[in-house]
C-alpha cells in the first residue's frame, strides 16, 4: 500500500483566498483523522470521520473551517476564507479500528505545509 | 480535558540510554502511544501500552502504571538516527492526544 496520501505538499496563499487540502487514506481504513501542527500548539486534533461519518469536530477552530469524506477514499479540510493564523503542517491519519484488540494505530500522511500571507 | 506532560528538550550521547517521561491526566484512557518524528516529516509508531508494564521492542522499551497515570520510553543504545521529536499519546475512545513532543538530540 503507499499509505496514507495528501496533497499539495506546501501551499503558499493570501490571506482571504480559500485553501483546500486533500487525502486519500489506506484502502480498507475505517477511520480518518486530520490534525494540525503548530510550534505553538504542538499536534492538535481537528476532526476525524468514522465510515465516512464525521464523529467529532470539536477540535475545529472557527466556521472557516470545513471537511468532507464523500467516500472512503478521500477526505477534504477546507479552510475559507483563510488567514495568516492558520499557517501550520495539516497532518492527515487513518486507522483501523478491526485490528489488534485495543491496538488503532494511527498512520500519518507526508502532511501538507501551509503558508498564508 | 486533557493534560500530556512531557520534557521539552534532552541530549544524550551516542550508544547511551535515555528515558523520556509522561505524565498524563485525561477524562478518559483506552492507551498510550508513543510516536517518532523527525524533522519535517509525520509521525511513525513506535509503541502502545494498555496494561500496566514494560513492552520492549528492540532498543526501544515502553513503559506504562495506569494509577500513576505514567509512562516512560526507553531508548537504548542511541544511535545519531534517534535524534527526532518523541511525542507521548493518550487514546481515548478513536481520538488521540498529543503532549508537546520531547525534542531528543543524540551527539557523538
Known amino acids: 500500500d503507499a499509505g496514507v496520501i495528501q496533497s499539495p505538499r506546501h501551499e503558499v496563499t493570501e490571506m482571504g483566498q480559500e485553501v483546500t487540502l486533500r487525502c486519500k487514506p489506506i484502502?480498507?481504513?475505517?477511520?480518518l483523522f486530520w490534525y494540525r501542527q503548530t510550534m505553538m500548539r504542538g499536534l492538535e486534533l481537528l476532526i476525524y470521520f468514522n465510515n465516512n461519518v464525521p464523529i467529532d469536530d470539536s477540535g475545529m477552530p472557527e466556521d472557516r473551517f470545513s471537511a468532507k469524506m464523500p467516500n472512503a477514499s478521500f477526505s477534504t479540510l477546507k479552510i475559507q476564507p483563510s488567514e495568516p493564523r492558520d499557517s501550520a503542517v495539516y497532518f492527515c491519519?487513518?486507522?483501523?479500528?478491526?485490528?489488534?484488540?485495543?491496538?488503532?494505530?494511527?498512520?500519518f500522511g507526508p502532511g501538507t505545509r501551509l503558508t498564508v500571507l | 480535558g486533557q493534560n500530556i506532560d512531557q520534557p521539552t528538550e534532552m541530549t544524550a550521547t551516542e550508544g547511551a540510554i535515555v528515558q523520556i517521561n509522561c505524565t498524563y491526566q485525561t477524562s478518559g484512557f483506552n492507551g498510550l502511544f508513543w510516536y517518532q518524528q523527525h524533522a519535517g516529516e509525520a509521525p511513525t509508531f513506535l509503541s502502545y501500552n494498555v496494561l500496566d508494564g514494560l513492552e520492549e521492542k528492540g532498543r526501544f522499551s515502553s513503559f506504562l502504571s495506569r494509577s500513576k497515570g505514567y509512562s516512560y520510553l526507553l531508548l537504548k543504545e542511541l544511535q545519531m538516527k534517534d535524534s527526532a521529536s518523541y511525542l507521548c499519546?493518550?487514546?481515548?475512545?478513536?481520538?488521540?492526544?498529543f503532549g508537546a513532543g520531547t525534542t531528543v538530540t543524540v551527539r557523538a
Open positions: 491519519a487513518s486507522s483501523f479500528a478491526g485490528g489488534p484488540p485495543l491496538v488503532n494505530e494511527q498512520f
Open positions: 484502502s480498507g481504513h475505517d477511520y
Open positions: 499519546a493518550v487514546v481515548n475512545d478513536y481520538k488521540l492526544s
